[in-house]
């Protein structure tokens, strides 16, 4: 009942800043990234490793605790590989420009999130390829030698909407940046409840008949993979 309500309220922390996030962005012209192999190897690997936790939850319930015990150990190995999966997933994005950045202002130290004058400017992402901003569904025209954007319907490029872009693309920033970085928290509470859980069966704490500690770790760990798939489509699909 206990993990339920941390799960719940967990929920609701992301769903306010997620909702935030979106409504502030509403109006403005949306950056969309073609997600890397690695980050999308990633999501097969958190939904393999929901189910190799569950299989460990029946096998201690039907007295298998050595065979719970492995599946266990497998979990970890793909809770690692995922965070691994994910940080080189992310390191690619960050080669071309896309992730977030601290900038330094004259009112200090300022973050942004896949600033468009950073990702314009680097020649190893691609228009058209690796990205697109997009505005009502439609994809604005980039011109590669200029580095200019035009509206959808200027195909001439006589007005460069760059400036105008750049401005609408950046504000709603901070949400975003706060909501990666609190996945990233709650994905190493996960590997160390994980790791100690593995303990616990290891001593015999953890058996057939005292097993709700591998239950509440099936229910955060399950929330925790939803989680990263909802975070996947708002970053790479909406």
């Known amino acids: 009942m206990l993990m339920y309500i941390i799960v719940f309220a967990i929920t609701m922390l992301f769903a306010g800043f997620i909702s935030a996030y979106i409504v502030s962005s509403m109006g403005q012209y949306w950056m969309h990234i073609t997600p890397p192999n690695l980050i ?12 190799t ?13 050595k065979k719970s015990l492995f599946l266990l150990f497998l979990t970890l190995i793909l809770g690692v590989s ?6 080189k997933g992310w390191s690619e994005l960050d080669g071309m420009g896309f992730g977030g950045k601290i900038l330094e202002t004259e009112a200090g130290k300022k973050g942004s999130w896949n600033r468009l004058e950073t990702v314009l400017n680097n020649e190893n992402a691609i228009y058209g390829e690796d990205y697109e901003i997009k505005v009502d569904g439609q994809a604005l025209i980039f011109d590669v030698e200029t580095k200019e954007l035009y509206a959808p319907n200027d195909s001439l490029k006589r007005v460069p909407i760059t400036n105008e872009v750049e401005v609408l693309t950046n504000s709603s920033s901070g949400y975003m940046a706060v909501i990666i ?3 990233i928290l709650h994905l190493v509470l996960g590997l160390i409840y994980l790791v100690v859980n593995i303990r616990r069966v290891n001593d015999g704490v953890i058996n057939t008949e005292n097993n709700v500690q591998i239950e509440a770790l099936g229910i955060y760990w399950h929330f925790l993979g939803g989680l990263w798939l909802v ?8």
């Open 53 to 65: 936790v569950w299989l460990a939850l029946k096998a201690i319930r039907a007295g298998a605790e």
């Open 231 to 238: 975070l996947f489509f708002i970053l790479f699909s909406v």
């Open 82 to 87: 995922f965070a691994v999966t994910q940080y």
């Open 40 to 51: 999308i190897a990633s999501n097969i690997i958190i939904v393999v490793s929901s189910l």
């Open 181 to 183: 970085v609190m996945h």
